[in-house]
């Protein structure tokens, strides 16, 4: 992933703070001399395990991806979204001409890698799916997992411990505060899906380079 340095993190509240809030992602496991990778759309939880960034999650034991974890246990869970459209006109203010704007999609994007161990122990897989469950509004009076019993044993556990953090916000970090302000007004106006969380990530960005100078 091409991360420019007006696009990188601010800080590591600002990637954990996206991914936390996201909460889905794609696991990709490549194996070892396969034609392609398997990818996995999936929920997960990145939570602290005695001080090691780590995702937790399960998976179906018919899931294809046991064959390219045993053959390799490296992954990188693929996490994207708050992404909006700008069309070339929103980048143009005064009298500059906006056929003459680059259109652009504004998104954030993190990439956890780390090595995956696979979890069969009913016991530990329904410790992981507490925590799980613990990162999610969950209906009242729910059973713990470990009273499902025997259906534990049709799914498998994943812990990865975080190695490495690419993140990425792209909110127009290239271009100076008044063309970005442009855009947050016609973010706002549009209000189509993403378009409010776009603009909270380019306000947020652009306060804090302000707070910063």
């Known amino acids: 992933m091409l991360i420019h340095r007006w696009d990188a993190a601010r800080d590591e509240a600002e990637w954990r703070g996206f991914v936390h809030a996201q909460g889905f992602g794609h ?44 053959e390799n246990p490296r992954v990188v869970m693929s996490v994207a979204g708050d992404w909006a459209f700008i069309p070339a006109s929103w980048k143009a203010v005064g009298d500059e001409d906006p056929a003459y704007g680059i259109p652009t999609t504004y998104y954030a994007a993190v990439q956890l890698c780390g090595t995956a161990v696979v979890v069969n122990d009913p016991e530990e897989i329904a410790a992981i799916l507490r925590r799980q469950l613990g990162s999610l509004p969950i209906d009242e009076g729910q059973v713990d997992p470990i009273e499902h019993g025997t259906k534990l044993r049709t799914i498998r556990g994943l812990r990865i411990a975080v190695a490495e953090v690419r993140a990425k916000f792209k909110y127009g970090g290239n271009v100076d505060a008044e063309h970005r302000l442009a855009v947050a007004e016609r973010l706002l106006e549009r209000g189509g899906p993403g378009d409010r969380a776009a603009e909270h990530h380019l306000m947020e960005r652009l306060n804090a380079e302000e707070s910063a100078s």
């Open 27 to 70: 696991l990709i496991a490549a194996g070892s001399e396969r034609e392609y990778p398997v990818v996995v759309p999936t929920q997960f939880a990145l939570v602290d395990d005695e001080g090691v960034d780590t995702i937790l999650m399960h998976l179906a034991r018919p899931n294809p991806i046991w064959e390219a974890l045993a």
